[in-house]
Structure formats: structure tokens, C-alpha cells
């Protein structure tokens, strides 16, 4: 079984790739030469770059609870060695994981109930291991 620690790593990751998407639909819609100047940075997302942008902008916003909870569970967990406080919180990272992906496709491809439903079932993740970590701190 995968470990709290890869899914911290694998979030990362995801996280780096969705700030990269807008950046790669400048690129795809002006081109490098017109990338490098210095006022590139100014240019103004439309269609998808824009819904990428949105979509890594709203990542953000649970990535910040989920890494603060996550790093607590791996600490409480080996501190306290709860083995089926720790997989309920490993499930709770996978389906964070697993549906923070369908809702950055959901998002970029305009795609509305299905981003709200990914949204609420990434969100449930979270609260799988605010819960673990309640349980390990002996709450």
C-alpha cells in the first residue's frame, strides 16, 4: 500500500503541472518568440488557458488544508502507529487526489456538474484526514 508521503508527493507534483497548463496555452496561442518579451506576462487568457487558470487558482485553495492535515497525519501516524486511522486517512488522500484532477479537467474543459460533484468528493478527502488526524491526536 502507497503511503501518506507519496500522495504528499504526488499532489506536488499535480500542483506543478496545473500552474504550468495557462502558461502553456500562451505559448500554444502566441508562440515562443512572442513568449520571451517581456510583456508576455500580460497577455490575457481566454477559453481554456483562462479555465486553467481558474481551475489551478481553486486548486490552490484546498491544497493548503490538505498538505497542513496530510503532514499531520504522517507525523501523528508515526508517532501514535495507528494503522486503521492511517489507511482511513490514505483513502482520504487518494480520493483528494483522484478527484482534484477530475475537477482541474472539469474546470479547464467548462464541464459544471461534474466540477461541483469532483469539488465535493475532493473536499470529503479532506475531511477523511482532518478525521484521521482528530483520531490520532487522541481528540
Same mark, same amino acid.
Given at each position: 500500500m502507497l503511503s501518506m %508521503?507519496? %500522495?504528499?508527493?504526488?499532489?506536488?507534483?499535480?500542483?506543478?503541472?496545473?500552474? %504550468?497548463?495557462?502558461? $502553456?496555452?500562451?505559448?500554444?496561442?502566441?508562440?515562443? +518568440?512572442?513568449?520571451?518579451?517581456? +510583456?508576455?506576462?500580460?497577455?490575457?487568457?481566454?477559453?481554456? &488557458?483562462?479555465?486553467?487558470?481558474? &481551475?489551478?487558482?481553486?486548486?490552490?485553495?484546498?491544497?493548503v488544508t490538505f498538505m497542513g492535515l496530510a503532514v499531520l497525519a504522517v507525523y501523528l501516524g508515526d508517532r501514535v502507529g495507528v494503522d486503521d486511522v492511517m489507511r482511513q486517512a490514505i483513502l482520504g488522500g487518494w480520493i483528494y487526489l483522484i478527484f482534484r484532477v477530475a475537477h482541474f479537467v472539469c474546470f479547464t474543459l467548462s464541464v459544471p456538474y461534474l466540477r461541483?460533484?469532483?469539488?465535493?468528493?475532493?473536499?470529503?478527502?479532506?475531511?477523511?484526514?482532518?478525521?484521521?488526524?482528530?483520531?490520532? $491526536?487522541g481528540f
Open positions: %508521503i507519496t %500522495i504528499i508527493f504526488l499532489a506536488t507534483l499535480m500542483t506543478l503541472v496545473m500552474s %504550468i497548463v495557462p502558461g $502553456a496555452y500562451k505559448l500554444f496561442t502566441s508562440g515562443l +518568440d512572442e513568449k520571451l518579451k517581456t +510583456d508576455a506576462n500580460l497577455q490575457e487568457l481566454k477559453g481554456w &488557458g483562462k479555465f486553467a487558470q481558474r &481551475g489551478f487558482e481553486n486548486h490552490l485553495e484546498t491544497y461541483t460533484a469532483s469539488w465535493f468528493a475532493s473536499v470529503f478527502g479532506i475531511v477523511l484526514i482532518g478525521w484521521s488526524v482528530f483520531q490520532l $491526536a
